[in-house]
């Protein structure tokens, strides 16, 4: 599914993309844009507590998942593990 921007806690990014949820509740991320090499290593550092995503349309309200997540990122793709 397409979404317009994407809140990591109280991150806002405004960044176009597509998401997928697994059957595990793993979120898989893929950006039209890469994100910069230091975000990306300010994040896997820490558990996010809650991801939500802002749907392409503004007419509906954003999804939201409840963590805590670890975050990683392979050849450009989010990927959102929840934390046991």
């Known amino acids: 599914m397409q979404f ?24 898989v991320i893929e950006l039209e844009k890469k994100l910069t090499k ?12 809650r991801i939500r995503i802002h749907t392409a349309d503004q007419q509906t309200t954003a999804i939201v998942f409840r963590g805590p997540f670890r975050m990683s990122e392979q050849y450009g793709i989010l990927i959102f593990e929840r934390e046991l």
């Not at 994407?6 to 993309?17: A, E, M, Q, T």
């Not at 997928?20 to 509740?25: A, C, G, Y």
């Not at 230091?38 to 507590?49: G, L, R």
Request: aromatic share 6%; hydrophobic share 30%.
């Open 4 to 27: 317009s921007a994407l809140s990591l806690d109280s991150n806002r990014i405004n960044v176009i993309g597509s998401y997928s949820v697994r059957q595990d509740e793993t979120i």
């Open 38 to 49: 230091s975000f990306i290593q300010q994040h896997t550092s820490k558990n996010i507590q």
